[in-house]
């Protein structure tokens, strides 16, 4: 039988707060290299950049969206 007490909760709550901002941190940097530093060093074309970021926000969109919700949706 285990019990959590104050020191456990923080740092399981410390935790997830890096988990989540590592992941929505994750998620900018991806996307701004991709929508931004590709095309401007001239490593894609636009409508690659397109199908690239549209790609890419499908995978993490819910993920991202869950984690806005879980921090942000707290009364």
């Known amino acids: 039988m285990s019990t959590t007490g104050p020191d456990q909760t923080r740092g399981i709550d410390r935790t ?3 988990l989540a901002m590592v992941t ?3 998620f900018i940097s991806i996307t701004a290299i991709l929508a931004i ?3 401007a060093v001239g ?4 409508d690659d950049m397109i199908r690239y970021v ?3 926000s499908s995978i ?9 919700g879980y921090y942000f949706g707290k009364p």
Do not use: E, M
């Open 16 to 18: 997830r707060n890096i």
């Open 24 to 26: 929505v941190i994750g």
């Open 37 to 39: 530093l590709f095309p």
């Open 43 to 46: 490593l894609a074309k636009t």
């Open 54 to 56: 549209k790609d890419l």
């Open 60 to 68: 993490y969109s819910g993920l991202v969206g869950l984690i806005i």
